[in-house]
């Protein structure tokens, strides 16, 4: 069965960086997206990547400060995240769907990992 793993969150101060991975069990055939729930608020998508890396979606509170990526070799995707704010706050979950295209619908996604806590402080 396969799993997804996050790892590499944690607290950080207004303009820090962090750099999220998730590793799969299994391979990773399939396209891959960033989600993130902070406090009180519902889950929200955050960023997508293809299967062949090609096709990248931000949300717009994020284009311009993180960057998806994946390595397909080691069955990881990564988020980098620059430039973080207090807003960024949340919990951080990757998820897979079952095809190879980029999507930022959450229904879209079937597997999902455990989440990290990402904590920036003002």
């Known amino acids: 069965q396969v799993q997804l793993v996050e790892s590499g969150g944690g607290l950080v101060q207004t303009g820090g960086s962090l750099r999220l991975s998730c590793v799969a069990s299994?391979?990773?055939?399939?396209?891959m997206g960033w989600f993130r729930q902070a406090p009180g608020k519902e889950r929200e998508f955050v960023a997508a990547n293809s299967l062949s890396g090609a096709t990248k979606y931000y949300a717009d509170s994020v284009r311009g400060r993180f960057t998806i990526s994946r390595d397909n070799a080691k069955n990881t995707v990564f988020l980098q995240m620059n430039s973080l704010k207090p807003e960024d706050t949340a919990i951080y979950y990757c998820a897979r769907t079952l095809g190879s295209r980029a999507t930022t619908i959450m229904e879209d996604y079937n597997l999902w990992g455990q989440g990290t806590q990402v904590t920036v402080s003002s």
């Open positions: 299994g391979r990773t055939v399939y396209s």
